[in-house]
């Protein structure tokens, strides 16, 4: 079982409160990963928040792929972020030659191009840098993605932090909104893909529990969208679904939950939306998941939200102050980032609500 | 001393031989009188006592004529098996026991010069049974519980009707942010996964037709189990259709089109739409060949209902006008679609074979979305009446063809359009629960059964040839048959209690089986919560090989 957290401020953050966040929940990972999106950045990214920032893991040769390929494309270097490193043979880590941080501008072709043609292109460049590095096993690309950066890791996370220096606090890496999970790994093979948060077009998921659904989930995605792929984790599906209903069909938010955990027949016919609500789960039947899960997502627009499996197999608790909204699978996690907060208005969401956390900081909860 | 006639029939030629002991009879008749087949009767045998009765031996003989019962030496009235002698005689005095040696298939052929027709299903029986083969292999325990089969509540509904891809979907968002219907979908009800299938009041008695529809409310009604039975082709009384409980009916047309005057006529005097109608173009157990229901069962009831005359009723192969797939789809599911105002939803039913699915992929690419239920029967499937060559030897398996279908669909991105029921032979063994299971796994939306239903009314036919005789009119259980004192054999209350009762005892084993592995609603396509424990069966099921 992994543990996931989340934290949304008002002010720009640095990774070390997502560290310290994860940190206290030890226990529930097995040190297997390490992962982290970072939306809506400050420091040094400030600058070029319209302007897609590619985050991967490589060697030497794939990043000279990847960079080949973005510039055939038209793609121009803008800004170039090296993590610096601290190598240790003490440190429970196993490292890649190079972690990329590079923002790009548009090709002059996208000039007069709409937001859409944009995101697609950008899509379309992650997915082409992917294929060409994954046969040689040159590297892993997360996201690129404008206002975004990605980092996963292998190792203990106290070790991941030490040989990034995330544990310093500074100025020039920071997020509004930080996701970030600390693997359990159970079925799969040890891989940097399969370590949540997920990211796509804007979106980012992390889920903590399984998904036993994963087959039929798979089988059905992998037909809906072009970069519906890779299915290391049973949780990708999880984003893939959220993606597919928010940003694909369109729907607004609510119906992801009905979507993923549809309500009992009983309880859909006594509604007056029955109608919707049954052709939903005629015709997504395939994207419901069973088993247990708690799942933090992150939409384009920075809105956090967060629910859970229809049995409440999974917990999650969310803690407030009046300028940072923390998410996460323990209490004890909340309590390392925010000790003052005022512990009665901590939620515990049930099996049927949706906690949504809007760019105001406003939190907003509904039942299914 | 006879002089030996080899071609005469004699007990050692039949498939059933009658054992007898005169000792123990009491000579009360009721074997004779409940033998429906008249394979036995009472006789007179001719006995010689030879004796002395001085101290040197000085044989005299005496005759005496003793009443005896005596197996029917003839082809026409041959013992069934089905041992009613035996369960009537106070005495146990007689049975009758399966004779290894008959020469039954070759001297009906002889003597007849017509082909061999009886009821059931496929006698021939070969390795073990693909299900067999299978187990739920893969139990949720620790990171993904199991659920608590007692305690957790279970979505146990399936699909029937036509499913809308999601990009078809007439919503628009509102300006409160909910999704609104612009226009209707396609009408889907949702039902209990096993529908009771497809068998004719005319294959069966009035009163088995009368114990399943009683049991089929009873279990709407009271115990909430929303299963729905098929009335086969063959009508349905008018009184049941201007009833409410027509909603819990599936109406099927087969090529016979029998009862469906009544039917048409019966509509404007409708108070609820049927569960659905399901064209019947082939069935398991005798595919490539139309229903059968021979002169002798053709009662004055059925007569009634069929609007026909006492006769063979033959439904034609085919359906007589359809010329391929694609104008089947346009033709009568238009038709019956629109007889009932787009309210009912219309499937198809198809005998298993190598070309199931080519067919499936033809009616899942139907652009008007008008096919609501792809009903897949396999070769073990039951029937009232075929010629038993079909019975044994024509037809294909229903496990991997419905697993093709559904991969099928897979493949296309389109698994759930067309719900997959899947039939022939499921709860073979008994265990309907662990069948439905493991098909549900595979693919299948629900299944289908009809033999295992007159098992549980009490059929004493099996799949070794024991019985079969529905196709006669002379059930000896009262539930193939037109005949009043046999049909009276046959308790209607009784026949639901025990079919309720069994739906009961299923649905608890479903979840006992869905709990295990996590799942509050139903395991669709979910093979990899399979295991299989023959190679070559995983490998063709796509199904992880254990050993």
């Given at each position: 079982m992994c543990r996931i957290g989340a934290i949304k401020a008002r002010n720009y953050i640095h990774p070390c409160k997502a560290l310290l966040l994860m940190q206290s929940q030890q226990k529930g990972h097995d040190n297997s990963g390490f992962a982290m999106v970072m939306q809506d950045?400050?420091?040094?990214?400030?600058?070029?928040k319209d302007q897609p920032t590619l985050s991967m893991a490589c060697t030497d040769e794939g990043l000279k792929r990847a960079e080949d390929i973005l510039h055939a494309a038209g793609f121009r270097r803008v800004l170039q972020w090296v993590?610096?490193?601290?190598?240790?043979?003490?440190?429970?880590?196993?490292?890649?030659?190079?972690?990329?941080?590079?923002?790009?501008?548009?090709?002059?072709?996208?000039?007069?191009?709409?937001?859409?043609?944009k995101e697609e292109l950008l899509l379309d460049m992650r997915l082409k840098v992917r294929a060409a590095l994954e046969p040689e096993d040159l590297g892993f690309v997360y996201s690129f993605w404008p206002d975004v950066v990605t980092l996963k890791?292998?190792?203990?996370?106290?070790?991941?932090?030490?040989?990034?220096?995330?544990?310093?606090e500074d100025d020039n890496f920071t997020a509004r909104i930080i996701t970030a999970q600390c693997r359990q790994n159970t079925n799969y093979d040890i891989v940097r893909y399969a370590?949540?948060?997920?990211?796509?077009?804007?979106?980012?998921?992390?889920?903590?529990?399984?998904?036993?659904?994963?087959?039929?989930?798979?089988?059905?995605?992998?037909?809906?969208?072009?970069?519906?792929?890779g299915f290391e984790s049973?949780?990708?599906?999880?984003?893939?679904?959220?993606?597919?209903?928010?940003?694909?069909?369109?729907?607004?938010?609510?119906?992801?939950?009905?979507?993923?955990?549809?309500?009992?027949?009983?309880?859909?016919?006594?509604?007056?939306?029955?109608?919707?609500?049954?052709?939903?789960?005629?015709?997504?039947?395939?994207?419901?998941?069973?088993?247990?899960n708690t799942i933090i997502g992150l939409l384009p627009d920075n809105t956090m939200f967060t629910c859970c499996d229809a049995k409440k197999l999974r917990p999650v608790v969310i803690g407030r102050t009046s300028d940072t909204v923390a998410i996460s699978s323990e209490v004890c996690g909340v309590n390392e980032i925010l000790p003052e907060r005022d512990w009665n208005t901590d939620i515990y969401p049930d099996e049927r609500e949706v906690v949504m956390v809007d760019d105001s900081l406003e939190v907003i909860r509904w039942k299914q | 001393m006879e002089t030996v006639k080899i071609q005469q029939?004699?007990?050692?030629?039949?498939?059933?031989?009658?054992?007898?002991?005169?000792?123990?009879?009491?000579?009360?008749?009721?074997?004779?009188?409940?033998?429906?087949?008249?394979?036995?009767?009472?006789?007179?045998?001719?006995?010689?006592?030879?004796?002395?009765?001085?101290?040197?031996p000085d044989p005299q003989a005496r005759y005496s004529a003793v009443p005896v019962i005596k197996q029917v030496n003839s082809l026409q009235n041959y013992c069934r098996g089905c041992g009613i002698c035996e369960k009537t005689c106070p005495n146990d005095a007689i049975r009758p026991e399966r004779n290894q040696d008959t020469r039954h298939p070759i001297d009906t052929r002889c003597i007849g010069g017509d082909s061999i027709k009886r009821g059931g299903r496929k006698n021939l029986t070969g390795s073990t049974r693909t299900l067999d083969?299978?187990?739920?292999?893969?139990?949720?325990?620790?990171?993904?519980?199991?659920?608590?089969?007692?305690?957790?509540?279970?979505?146990?509904?399936?699909?029937?009707?036509?499913?809308?891809?999601?990009?078809?979907?007439?919503?628009?968002?509102?300006?409160?942010?909910?999704?609104?219907?612009?226009?209707?979908?396609?009408?889907?009800n949702w039902i209990y996964p096993v529908i009771i299938g497809d068998m004719s009041i005319g294959a069966l008695s009035w009163r088995m037709w009368e114990g399943i529809a009683m049991a089929v409310a009873y279990l709407n009604e009271e115990c909430g189990l929303p299963v729905r039975m098929g009335s086969g082709e063959g009508g349905v009384p008018e009184r049941l259709l201007k009833s409410r409980y027509l909603k819990y009916m599936i109406l099927q047309v087969a090529s016979g089109h029998f009862g469906w005057n009544r039917i048409i006529k019966a509509m404007p005097d409708m108070v609820e739409d049927p569960a659905g109608v399901l064209i019947k173009i082939g069935q398991g157990a005798k595919p490539g060949d139309g229903g059968l229901l021979q002169a002798q069962k053709v009662a004055e009831h059925i007569m009634a209902i069929r609007g026909v005359p006492k006769t063979d009723l033959l439904s034609p192969p085919n359906h007589q006008g359809l010329y391929s797939i694609e104008e089947s789809v346009q033709k009568m599911f238009l038709s019956f679609n629109s007889a009932f105002k787009f309210r009912v939803p219309v499937s198809i039913k198809v005998a298993a074979s190598s070309t199931s699915v080519s067919v499936f992929n033809n009616l899942v690419r139907d652009p008007y979305n008008i096919v609501g239920g792809f009903f897949l029967d396999g070769i073990d499937g039951g029937t009232a009446a075929a010629h038993?060559?079909?019975?044994?030897?024509?037809?294909?398996?229903?496990?991997?063809?419905?697993?093709?279908?559904?991969?099928?669909?897979?493949?296309?991105?389109?698994?759930?359009?067309?719900?997959?029921?899947?039939?022939?032979?499921?709860?073979?063994?008994?265990?309907?629960?662990?069948?439905a299971f493991k098909m549900m796994c595979l693919g299948a939306n629900g299944i289908s059964t009809g033999k295992l239903v007159l098992q549980m009314a009490g059929c004493v036919g099996n799949d070794m040839g024991r019985c079969n005789a529905c196709n006669t009119g002379l059930c000896p259980a009262g539930i193939t048959t037109q005949s009043s004192p046999l049909a009276h054999r046959l308790d209607p209350e009784k026949v639901a209690e025990n079919i309720v009762n069994y739906f009961l005892a299923m649905d608890q084993e479903l979840k006992k089986m869905m709990a295990p592995i996590g799942n509050s609603t139903l395991p669709i396509g979910r093979s990899d919560a399979l295991v299989a424990m023959d190679k070559a069966v995983g490998d063709r099921l796509q199904v992880q090989y254990v050993c």
């Open positions: 950045l400050g420091g040094i990214f400030e600058d070029y993590p610096e490193t601290f190598p240790s043979e003490e440190l429970d880590i196993v490292a890649m030659p190079n972690y990329v941080f590079e923002t790009f501008s548009y090709p002059r072709s996208m000039k007069n191009a709409t937001q859409k043609e890791e292998i190792g203990n996370p106290h070790d991941i932090g030490k040989y990034f220096n995330l544990w310093q370590a949540h948060p997920f990211f796509m077009q804007g979106y980012t998921v992390l889920a903590n529990g399984e998904n036993t659904f994963y087959q039929k989930n798979r089988e059905i995605q992998r037909n809906l969208h072009r970069g519906y792929i049973d949780s990708q599906c999880f984003l893939y679904t959220l993606h597919y209903i928010h940003r694909q069909l369109g729907w607004p938010l609510p119906y992801y939950k009905h979507v993923i955990t549809p309500l009992p027949f009983d309880d859909v016919s006594r509604r007056e939306d029955s109608e919707q609500l049954m052709a939903i789960r005629q015709s997504l039947a395939n994207l419901e998941i069973n088993g247990p | 029939t004699t007990p050692n030629d039949l498939p059933w031989k009658i054992i007898y002991s005169a000792s123990r009879c009491t000579l009360c008749g009721s074997c004779v009188a409940a033998c429906s087949f008249q394979a036995i009767e009472c006789k007179i045998e001719k006995r010689r006592m030879v004796f002395s009765e001085g101290e040197l083969q299978l187990r739920v292999g893969r139990i949720s325990q620790m990171t993904d519980p199991s659920l608590d089969a007692q305690r957790h509540t279970f979505d146990m509904l399936a699909p029937f009707g036509r499913i809308m891809p999601v990009e078809q979907l007439p919503f628009t968002v509102g300006e409160d942010g909910k999704l609104v219907p612009n226009s209707k979908t396609p009408p889907v038993e060559v079909s019975l044994d030897h024509t037809g294909h398996p229903i496990v991997s063809k419905l697993r093709d279908c559904y991969l099928a669909a897979v493949t296309q991105g389109r698994q759930g359009q067309i719900p997959l029921w899947a039939a022939g032979g499921l709860g073979k063994t008994g265990d309907l629960a662990a069948d």
